[in-house]
C-alpha cells in the first residue's frame, strides 16, 4: 500500500524555479514508474513528464521540455519535479502518480503552483 505526498507548491514569478517533491510511504515504490501530472484551470488534467525504476524520463508536454527535470531517489522514497523559467500557462495543481499494473493507481492529492505575470 503505496500513499502520495506532494509538496512544495506555492506563487512565483514568471522566469522563477521551483522545486516539488513527492513522498512515498507504506512500502518502497522503486519497481514503479512514477509521473507528475497536472491541470490547469478550466483545462482536463494532462500527463507531463514521467520516470522509470532505473531513472529514464520521458516528456509528454512540449511546452515544458527544456525547463522541467523529473528525479528520483529511491533510498528516500522520493520523486521530484524541478521547474526553471516557470510561465503563466504552468499555473496548474500538480499531481504525483504511480503506475502499478499498468496503470496510473496511486495519487496524491495535489500542490497548486501559480505563477504570476
Known amino acids: 500500500q503505496v500513499q502520495l505526498v506532494e509538496s512544495g507548491g506555492g506563487l512565483v514569478q514568471a522566469g522563477g524555479s521551483l522545486r516539488l517533491s513527492c513522498a512515498a510511504s507504506g512500502r518502497t515504490f522503486s519497481s514503479y514508474t512514477m509521473g507528475w501530472f497536472r491541470q490547469a484551470p478550466g483545462k482536463e488534467r494532462e500527463l507531463v513528464i514521467t520516470i522509470g525504476w532505473s531513472g529514464g524520463s520521458t516528456v509528454y508536454v512540449d511546452s515544458v521540455k527544456g525547463r522541467f527535470t523529473i528525479s528520483r531517489d529511491n533510498a528516500k522514497n522520493t520523486v521530484y519535479l524541478q521547474m526553471e523559467s516557470l510561465k503563466p500557462e504552468d499555473t496548474a495543481v500538480y499531481y504525483c502518480?504511480?503506475?502499478?499494473?499498468?496503470?496510473?493507481?496511486?495519487w496524491g492529492k495535489g500542490t497548486l503552483v501559480t505563477v504570476s505575470s
Open positions: 502518480a504511480a503506475e502499478v499494473g499498468g496503470s496510473w493507481e496511486v
